[in-house]
């Protein structure tokens, strides 16, 4: 079959270019590898406005998909990302963060055309429908609609760390998404009504599924990428109904910073030494795919809440409050560290009753790959992502930990948050989390036992969710804590500029300012990976920017 474009990947980018493309009579097809759900049967678990249940469905992920964080450190472990229309929209937390005006300065500056702020603040208020804010930031009449958790919903952790947050010159901010500056806010939500709005919902309405002119294909993998020549002619694909091929004069990829570059080399395009020593035939020598792998490193620090200030049963979301702050760290960008206040740590039991502050480095400089492991479209690739390579990244994490250390120790925070300790995201937490009936029963029993004695919880604590460290030991050796820092730090699922956007003269480039991939004609590129750097902020949102803003590029340029 022939159409006017193939869309591979419906997630936070293909459900939007699915929709802006066939807006106007063209052919469409959107092929997407996980399940698809129309607007009235969306299960039960996306929908929820707590995501953990989403994220901890299997069905919902690449299920074979591993990741190395730090090089030489940590073994690898399994790297959630979404594999259901929508994609990251449909099982992440919801946050709506747009990043700093200087993120995309700093792109445009890079010789990436057109994506200083002024031209992409058009495209964040295309796409949101702002149900607390009219103003020159932010748009009323998008399809994304943005709420914001309030205020007299946060638990007395949330009140407390906001508390300790004044007194550290972190003052209060309205509108997280106005102006960019040192601060912390309720957290802007894709959400309506309590419930979880992601890409699939608002971009692929009833109606715009009723479009005559736009197919939908689920479930089904797209295995190669088809040329004449240098031109695109189309796709392979694989389901349980067998292989098939389609064709179009235009195929953008929209499958993520992990699977599109995998696609990309796979079919030929990428650095040609690497191709032609795995087997597959070179259509363009382009060596900067895969390259340039960012993510946001962080690490976290947790405190068992007394009942009166946890987490609210009907409260939306769980993640309350995010901050932002400037490490001062030489040759740093400022408002260049983030912080997540969890005023619930996990859907379990144990998770209830924990208060977390989640760290990070929201402006990294670390760089890592996505590499083929051989040509078969049925193995995962080689992901490094290289954290903390960079030495500003590594040191400032370290100094994160101090501070937030110093958080907990405010009088206020002090009072509510007991016996904090360095919490961690791997191993026995990760394998806890999982949602079934036997972790349920389990945290049922450690949870009760925290409650009865506070001599027991903290046992509990040091021998059964640390390594038997406690804060005080990792404050006292720099060694201990550089340690614990590089064994345990782990990303926020924000994976960018495998596929960066660039001047084609740059070697590390992929694709030009309107996404199409260098040496090849009619093939483009539309999702997180063509970021030069990952902004200051979590990527959803400034992911379905990109994809409004190369749709009307598409749509313009022909």
Request: glycine share 8%; proline share 6%; with cysteine.
């Amino acid at each position: 079959m022939a159409f006017d474009y193939i869309v591979v990947g419906g997630g936070s980018s293909g459900c939007v270019i699915a929709n802006r493309l066939s807006a106007n009579g063209s052919s469409v097809l959107l092929i997407e590898a996980g399940p698809d759900f129309t607007p009235q049967a969306i299960p039960d678990d996306i929908l929820d406005s707590n995501p953990t249940r989403a994220y901890s469905n299997p069905r919902y992920q690449w299920p074979s998909l591993t990741a190395s964080t730090v090089q030489g450190v940590s073994s690898r472990v399994h790297y959630e990302q979404a594999r259901v229309m929508g994609g990251g929209s449909s099982i992440n937390a919801q946050v709506a963060n747009r990043g700093a005006p200087a993120d995309y300065d700093e792109w445009a500056s890079s010789g990436v055309t057109g994506w200083a702020w002024e031209n992409v603040l058009p495209y964040f208020r295309r796409l949101e429908c702002d149900l607390d804010f009219s103003n020159h930031f932010h748009g009323n009449d998008g399809p994304l609609p943005i709420r914001r958790a309030s205020k007299a919903e946060w638990s007395g952790f949330i009140r407390a760390v906001s508390n300790a947050y004044k007194d550290r010159d972190i003052p209060f901010l309205p509108d997280f998404n106005g102006e960019f500056r040192d601060g912390h806010s309720v957290v802007p939500l894709t959400n309506r009504n309590g419930h979880r709005v992601s890409t699939a919902m608002a971009y692929l309405s009833e109606s715009v599924r009723a479009r005559p002119n736009l197919t939908i294909l689920p479930e089904t993998t797209v295995e190669r990428l088809t040329f004449s020549g240098r031109q695109i002619s189309g796709v392979e694909t694989g389901s349980e109904t067998g292989r098939r091929s389609y064709s179009a004069s235009t195929v953008v990829i929209c499958a993520g910073a992990i699977h599109s570059p995998a696609l990309l080399m796979r079919s030929g395009i990428g650095p040609a030494e690497q191709l032609l020593n795995l087997g597959i035939p070179v259509v363009a020598d382009v060596n900067g795919v895969g390259k340039n792998l960012q993510e946001h490193p962080g690490v976290a620090i947790s405190a068992y809440l007394r009942p009166e200030d946890r987490m609210a049963p009907n409260a939306t979301g769980y993640i309350q409050m995010h901050a932002r702050y400037s490490s001062g760290y030489e040759g740093c960008s400022s408002t260049d560290m983030a912080i997540s206040a969890l005023a619930k740590s996990a859907w379990h039991p144990v998770g209830k009753r924990l208060g977390t502050l989640y760290f990070w480095v929201n402006r990294t400089y670390s760089t890592g790959t996505v590499s083929l492991k051989d040509s078969s479209h049925a193995t995962e690739p080689e992901v490094n992502f290289n954290m903390l390579s960079d030495k500003r990244d590594a040191e400032r994490l370290k100094e994160a930990f101090r501070f937030v250390t110093r958080l907990f120790e405010h009088n206020a925070l002090a009072a509510v948050a007991l016996d904090p300790f360095p919490s961690t995201w791997t191993g026995r937490a990760k394998r806890i989390s999982k949602y079934n009936r036997l972790n349920y029963g389990l945290t049922t029993v450690v949870a009760a036992l925290m409650d009865s004695s506070a001599r027991l919880r903290r046992s509990l604590i040091r021998f059964a969710m640390t390594d038997g460290r406690a804060i005080s030991d990792l404050l006292d050796s720099d060694e201990l804590l550089d340690g614990f820092i590089r064994q345990n730090v782990f990303g926020n699922f924000h994976p960018t500029s495998t596929c960066k956007m660039g001047p084609a003269l740059d070697p590390t480039s992929v694709t030009d300012p309107s996404g199409r991939v260098h040496r090849v004609s009619g093939l483009r590129v539309a999702d997180a990976s063509v970021m030069p750097f990952a902004p200051r902020a979590n990527t959803n949102i400034p992911t379905i920017m990109v994809a409004e803003k190369i749709s009307d590029a598409i749509l313009n340029e022909g």
